[in-house]
């Protein structure tokens, strides 16, 4: 009788175990490895989607939750341009942004709507992260 509830308990925690590990390996599916740079999945916008130009101000729509999407956004230079960061019940740690070459270090809102201005950019790629530098968005500007 011992033998058998051992073994039991030794099936159930690999059950668990396997278990674990899929749901780890689904997450790392979302995760901000796929968004940024590699052209793997969703999280580049091929131009434009998430980029407007109103009264010749530059928005670039950046949406935050468990990361930031898309991860990587391609926009112009030259052009007044504030990038506009929605949360929505974001409670994660990407509710606080950080972008060093702007001197930005910030928290956004659980829910709403934050713009940070980045003056008239020249071309290159601009680099922003989570409060930690987990969750990465980068936008690139060209000319
Ligand atoms: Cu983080």
Do not use: H
């Not at 019940?89 to 606080?96: L, N, Y």
């Amino acid at each position: 009788m011992k033998n058998n509830k051992i073994t039991i308990i030794a099936i159930s925690v690999a059950v668990i175990l396997i278990i674990v590990a899929f749901v780890i390996s689904m997450a790392g599916k979302g995760g901000w490895v796929g968004d940024v740079g590699n052209g793997v999945g969703t999280g580049i916008n091929n131009g434009a989607e998430n980029v407007s130009v109103v009264d010749g101000k530059q928005i670039i729509e950046i949406n935050v939750k468990g990361g930031y999407r898309p991860g990587k956004s391609v926009a112009k230079a030259g052009i007044p341009t504030i990038i506009r960061f929605k949360t929505q019940g974001t409670f994660d740690c990407s509710s606080f942004i950080r972008i060093p070459s702007l001197n930005v270090s910030q928290s956004l809102p659980q829910t709403g709507i934050t713009d940070v201005s980045v003056g008239t950019p020249t071309a290159g790629v601009l680099q922003g992260t989570c409060g930690m530098g987990m969750y990465r968005f980068e936008v690139e500007f060209q000319s």
